[in-house]
């Protein structure tokens, strides 16, 4: 059985230090250290969505705003 589901994070790249704050069902603030250069900040934000619903890195996919802070990501 599948239960993906989708969040919408707003993140900020180079930021003085990390924070992921959970507004309310599936809405994330995220801010992150990396740079928004060379996808590094997109791969920070995945790896602490992974972290924090406790999954493989792998599984969480941004759908929508891979250039933006207002992000669409897909929880597999």
Avoid: C, W
């Avoid at 934000?45 to 759908?63: C, G, S, Y």
Wanted: charge should be positive; proline fraction near 4%.
């Amino acid at each position: 059985m599948k239960n993906s589901f989708y969040i919408h994070a707003k993140v900020t790249a180079s930021a003085r230090k990390e924070v992921f704050k959970q507004i309310n069902e599936d809405h994330f603030e995220i801010s992150v250290r990396e740079k928004a250069e060379r996808n590094m900040a997109n791969k920070r934000v995945l790896e602490l969505v992974a972290e924090h619903f406790k999954i493989p890195t792998a599984k969480p996919r941004i759908i929508n705003g891979h250039r933006s802070p207002s992000k669409l990501i897909l929880v597999d």
